[in-house]
């Protein structure tokens, strides 16, 4: 169960796109259609973004959107706004009913 | 609307034991998969334990197999994670997250409860 791999932080200036990178294996991302990532505020819980890769849950802005090739996944945030800057996690569902995270991203807004 | 209010959080010694629990409402709790997912101070996310929607399946991360266990308890809604031998590593807020359902993902998080092993 080792930890899925991502940037320790990533900057843009506002209405600027970035990318989030999160690196697995062959046993985590590589093999199920089922990443999601968290976005994490400063002494508040994680909240789901992004689930199944690439699918967004109702309520989350459409300028999140996840994707991913082979043992990358990927989140872009278009149109980047002040209230992005937070953190976050990528997981993956791995074998034998377990999930694996990613040690997290910080994203500032320049 | 849901909401899951976890308790039990205290200081601990190292080799000591503690349950939390987590209150949930909002959904149909005896549908749902469950987890706990931990986070140390200024650390990252780190799943913990699952299970089922009847309690037959469980199943724990390697840092924690052995020593935790996670039961429910549908007829009181509520989720409990049994932790025993802690040391300081298990130090970290501890949420309870509903699973999404048939999507793999965590939909719904608690706000956490503070575990702290220490002597």
């Known amino acids: 169960q080792s930890a899925l791999t991502q940037p320790a932080s990533v900057s843009g200036s506002p209405g600027q796109t970035i990318t989030v990178s999160c690196t697995g294996t062959?046993?985590?991302?590589?093999?199920?259609?089922?990443v999601s990532w968290y976005q994490q505020h400063p002494g508040k819980a994680p909240k789901l973004m992004i689930y199944?890769?690439?699918r967004r849950p109702s309520g989350v802005s459409n300028r999140f959107s996840g994707s991913k090739s082979g043992t990358t996944a990927s989140l872009t945030i278009s149109g980047l706004q002040a209230e992005d800057e937070a953190d976050y996690y990528c997981?993956?569902?791995?074998?034998?009913?377990?999930?694996?995270f990613g040690a997290g991203t910080k994203v500032t807004v320049l | 609307e849901v909401h899951l209010v976890e308790s039990g959080g205290v200081v601990v010694q190292p080799g000591g034991s503690l349950r939390l629990s987590c209150a949930a409402s909002?959904?149909?709790?005896?549908?749902?998969?469950m987890h706990w997912v931990r986070q140390a101070p200024g650390k990252g996310l780190e799943w913990v334990s699952l299970?089922?929607?009847?309690?037959?399946?469980?199943f724990y991360a390697d840092s924690v197999k052995g020593r935790f266990t996670v039961s429910r308890d549908n007829s009181k809604n509520s989720l409990y994670l049994q932790m025993n031998s802690l040391t300081t590593e298990d130090t970290g807020f501890y949420y309870c997250?509903?699973?999404?359902?048939?999507?793999?993902?965590?939909?719904?998080w608690g706000q956490g409860t503070l575990v702290t092993v220490s002597s």
């Open positions: 997250v509903k699973d999404g359902t048939g999507n793999f993902a965590l939909d719904y």
């Open positions: 909002g959904f149909t709790f005896d549908d749902q998969t």
């Open positions: 299970i089922g929607w009847d309690g037959g399946s469980t």
């Open positions: 062959s046993s985590d991302i590589g093999s199920y259609d089922l």
């Open positions: 199944e890769d690439i």
């Open positions: 997981c993956s569902y791995a074998r034998s009913r377990t999930y694996v």
